[in-house]
T-cell receptor
Framework: QQQVKQSPQSLIVQKGGISIINCAYENTAFDYFPWYQQFPGKGPALLIAIRPDVSEKKEGRFTISFNKSAKQFSLHIMDSQPGDSATYFC????????????FGQGTRLTINP | GAVVSQHPSWVICKSGTSVKIECRSL??????MFWYRQFPKQSLMLMAT?????????EQGVEKDKFLINHASLTLSTLTVTSAHPEDSSFYICSASRGQRLQETQYFGPGTRLLVL
């Protein structure tokens, strides 16, 4: 019940295209859903995050769509660029208490020029 | 703002020795720090959560005596891998959480790659 399932495991998108990564969770107590971007040999960097009281959040080319009833959320990267090539992790946590993050399995995104 | 550093970034050691990794929040006070372990091409696995001045809370399956965590101040936490063995070789990443209002945001350090020979 603490798992966050992420798909696909890897994704190849042409430059300028839309990259879509999906995550699903079971624990309805989760109330914070961040996305992290990680380059090889580096720590994850917070990209964008959403709370369950909204269905969508957009920051620049990055958008999170959140479906509370389906317990699913997704990351959309518009106009994908080669510099976006990285591994992306979705995560979930409960704000109250220990705020422990539960990470998805990760998606290795490659943007072809 | 919200920068977290780790030192060292790379460490190679012989089997049986102990290795200390430092995690610092450079421009904010971290009420809580977290330590993760990441194997190649895998996700981050939480090892332990530490609050300043109190004992760390370890995740199930993580040996407390193997991975010693000290959170001596609001800007510094250390992870000591005691009597390291080759199977301890991994990428260790810390994160820090600041303040009550932004408590949900974890800021990650750049990671420390440990290789035990």
């Amino acid at each position: 019940q603490q798992q966050v399932k992420q798909s696909p495991q890897s994704l190849i998108v042409q430059k300028g295209g839309i990259s879509i990564i999906n995550c699903a969770y079971e624990n309805t107590a989760f109330d914070y859903f961040p996305w992290y971007q990680q380059f090889p040999g580096k720590g994850p960097a917070l990209l964008i995050a959403i709370r369950p009281d909204v269905s969508e959040k957009k920051e620049g080319r990055f958008t999170i769509s959140f479906n509370k009833s389906a317990k699913q959320f997704s990351l959309h990267i518009m106009d994908s660029q080669p510099g976006d090539s990285a591994t992306y992790f979705c995560a979930a946590s409960i704000i109250q208490g220990a705020q422990k993050l539960v990470f998805g399995q990760g998606t290795r995104l490659t943007i072809n020029p | 703002g919200a920068v977290v550093s780790q030192h060292p970034s790379w460490v190679i050691c012989k089997s049986g020795t102990s290795v200390k990794i430092e995690c610092r929040s450079l421009d904010f006070q971290a009420t809580t720090m977290f330590w993760y372990r990441q194997f190649p091409k895998q996700s981050l696995m939480l090892m332990a959560t530490s609050n300043e001045g109190s004992k760390a809370t370890y995740e199930q399956g993580v040996e407390k005596d193997k991975f010693l965590i000290n959170h001596a101040s609001l800007t510094l936490s250390t992870l000591t891998v005691t009597s390291a063995h080759p199977e301890d070789s991994s990428f260790y990443i810390c994160s820090a959480s600041r303040g009550q209002r932004l408590q949900e945001t974890q800021y990650f350090g750049p990671g420390t790659r440990l290789l035990v020979l």
